[in-house]
């Protein structure tokens, strides 16, 4: 229901009197199962295939807006999805009946978070986008200085974000040792075979740093202030049925796998930032889980 009440929320609709939502219905009643989407929970508890979305908008660049497709493939589309989510609730409800604590994780836990969630969605993070392009320039300038170094050590020009041309270099031309091979039988160029290799040769250790710091100019300081809408903030998903431990994940943008070991992962931190006269405060269980195993033995 989340995703309704933002949607609804666009047209200064308030949405009251949330009892129910068949995805966390299904997740607390196990959070371990794969998925909780509704074409899932229908061929699962219903054994009925719904109508999919990409028969009724297409794909790929020819896919259309709901609201261009007929009203004569829209209806049926719609209606299924209210009966089916009906269907299923009077499905997946009775079972969790059965655990007064699973009930309690429902009704106590899970659903007053729902419009906790969607506020905070629609509120957004506020970002410093200036901070962020400065850092994508510095970043930039480090990857060149890589690349100029790692020819240097080779002797030739290459493309560093390849794994071919990489294993060539490494394994014929340098004559590194081959450590680990691809089930293809090709000496691999993974992670943790050159963190490996970077002990003892100069050129793994620029590849890993190279790599790092790639991911964090393409994922981090280049995207997120593309992300950011009129109101200087970013707007995530947070899921409530994905991870089987119950915490939230993340997505589009994930903002809670922000890098902190790297000097330049704890810079893009300093990216998020609380309005004038607030403060952002972070707060985190330390190894909880390693905590309760260690508790539990």
């Given at each position: 229901l989340k995703y309704d009440i933002s949607v609804l929320a666009n047209y200064n609709i308030h949405m009251q009197g949330i009892v129910f939502d068949t995805m966390l219905e299904s997740y607390v009643l196990d959070s371990v199962s794969s998925r909780h989407d509704m074409d899932t929970l229908s061929q699962n508890h219903l054994g009925h295939t719904?109508?999919?979305?990409?028969?009724?908008?297409?794909?790929g660049k020819a896919q259309l807006t709901f609201d261009q497709v007929d009203i004569e493939q829209a209806g049926p589309y719609a209606a299924e999805d209210a009966d089916i989510?009906?269907?299923?609730?009077?499905?997946?409800?009775?079972?969790?009946?059965?655990?007064?604590?699973?009930?309690?994780?429902?009704?106590?836990?899970?659903?007053?978070?729902?419009?906790?969630?969607?506020?905070?969605?629609?509120?957004?993070?506020?970002?410093?986008?200036?901070?962020?392009?400065?850092?994508?320039?510095?970043?930039?300038?480090?990857?060149?200085?890589l690349e100029?170094?790692?020819?240097?050590?080779?002797?030739?020009?290459?493309?560093?974000?390849?794994?071919?041309?990489?294993?060539?270099?490494?394994?014929e031309d340098l004559k590194i040792p081959v450590i680990k091979k691809t089930p293809k039988g090709a000496p691999s160029t993974a992670e943790e075979v050159l963190q490996e290799l970077a002990l003892d040769y100069p050129?793994?250790?620029?590849?890993?740093?190279?790599?790092?710091?790639?991911?964090?100019?393409?994922?981090?300081?280049?995207?997120?202030?593309?992300?950011?809408?009129k109101s200087g903030r970013v707007h995530t998903s947070?899921?409530?049925?994905?991870?089987?431990?119950?915490?939230?994940?993340?997505?589009?943008?994930?903002?809670?796998?922000?890098?902190?070991?790297?000097?330049?992962?704890?810079?893009?931190?300093?990216?998020?930032?609380?309005?004038?006269?607030?403060?952002?405060?972070?707060?985190?269980?330390?190894?909880i889980e390693l905590r309760i195993m260690a508790h539990l033995s």
């Amino acid at each position: 229901l989340k995703y309704d009440i933002s949607v609804l929320a666009n047209y200064n609709i308030h949405m009251q009197g949330i009892v129910f939502d068949t995805m966390l219905e299904s997740y607390v009643l196990d959070s371990v199962s794969s998925r909780h989407d509704m074409d899932t929970l229908s061929q699962n508890h219903l054994g009925h295939t719904p109508i999919a979305f990409k028969d009724v908008v297409g794909k790929g660049k020819a896919q259309l807006t709901f609201d261009q497709v007929d009203i004569e493939q829209a209806g049926p589309y719609a209606a299924e999805d209210a009966d089916i989510t009906l269907r299923l609730h009077q499905a997946i409800y009775p079972k969790l009946k059965k655990s007064a604590k699973q009930l309690s994780v429902f009704h106590d836990i899970e659903m007053p978070l729902v419009p906790v969630l969607a506020r905070m969605e629609q509120h957004g993070v506020l970002i410093d986008s200036d901070l962020l392009n400065e850092q994508s320039h510095s970043i930039g300038m480090r990857l060149q200085e890589l690349e100029v170094e790692a020819h240097n050590i080779a002797g030739q020009t290459f493309n560093l974000a390849s794994p071919k041309q990489l294993q060539k270099i490494l394994f014929e031309d340098l004559k590194i040792p081959v450590i680990k091979k691809t089930p293809k039988g090709a000496p691999s160029t993974a992670e943790e075979v050159l963190q490996e290799l970077a002990l003892d040769y100069p050129l793994p250790k620029i590849i890993l740093e190279n790599r790092g710091l790639s991911k964090l100019k393409s994922t981090y300081t280049d995207k997120l202030p593309l992300l950011v809408g009129k109101s200087g903030r970013v707007h995530t998903s947070y899921q409530q049925a994905v991870a089987a431990t119950g915490r939230l994940s993340s997505t589009d943008p994930n903002l809670q796998n922000i890098p902190i070991r790297s000097e330049e992962g704890r810079k893009i931190r300093l990216a998020f930032i609380a309005p004038r006269d607030h403060k952002i405060v972070a707060i985190d269980y330390s190894q909880i889980e390693l905590r309760i195993m260690a508790h539990l033995s």
